[in-house]
């Protein structure tokens, strides 16, 4: 499980931006790593919301966006979820349960990246928040 988790984040991590890249490589195990993810959703949902916002991301572009996104919040949930009981109780099952959290998020992160990568742009506007975004 380890190996197909490394795998996946390697690959996202050669699609990411800098910042991105530094973060994952600066995270120290699997909590770390959790929190990195997380925080790489909510940066690609902003980046979605602005291209959304500047009509770079409508149609059926847009529509599978938000089917991706749909089926990545409950992955980052259970990130989340298996991050706060590694954090409450440090054992192997629960790394385990992590680990394999953190495999299916990577995924889904990859697929959203693969739905960017075609029309990012620059993004030099202040990001704005759609519901149909909406991490709750």
Request: aromatic fraction near 4%; include cysteine; charged fraction near 20%.
């Given at each position: 499980?380890?190996?197909?988790?490394?795998?996946?984040?390697?690959?996202?991590?050669?699609?990411?931006?800098?910042?991105?890249?530094?973060?994952y490589k600066a995270a120290e195990g699997v909590e770390e790593t959790a929190k990195v993810m997380s925080e790489h959703y909510l940066a690609i949902l902003n980046e979605l919301n602005v291209m959304k916002a500047n009509g770079d991301l409508a149609g059926a572009a847009?529509?599978?966006?938000?089917?991706?996104?749909?089926?990545?919040?409950?992955?980052?949930?259970?990130?989340?979820?298996?991050?706060?009981?590694?954090?409450?109780?440090?054992?192997?099952?629960?790394?385990?349960?992590?680990?394999?959290?953190?495999?299916?998020?990577?995924?889904?992160?990859?697929?959203?990246?693969?739905?960017?990568?075609?029309?990012?742009?620059?993004?030099?506007?202040?990001?704005?928040?759609?519901?149909?975004?909406?991490?709750?």
């Amino acid at each position: 499980m380890r190996n197909k988790l490394l795998i996946v984040l390697l690959a996202i991590m050669a699609t990411g931006c800098a910042g991105t890249r530094d973060a994952y490589k600066a995270a120290e195990g699997v909590e770390e790593t959790a929190k990195v993810m997380s925080e790489h959703y909510l940066a690609i949902l902003n980046e979605l919301n602005v291209m959304k916002a500047n009509g770079d991301l409508a149609g059926a572009a847009l529509d599978r966006a938000q089917s991706v996104v749909r089926a990545a919040a409950p992955a980052i949930d259970e990130v989340r979820l298996a991050s706060d009981n590694y954090t409450a109780a440090k054992t192997a099952k629960t790394e385990a349960e992590l680990t394999a959290a953190l495999s299916r998020a990577a995924i889904q992160l990859s697929r959203l990246i693969d739905i960017i990568k075609p029309v990012r742009r620059p993004v030099t506007s202040t990001p704005v928040l759609f519901p149909m975004f909406a991490t709750n």
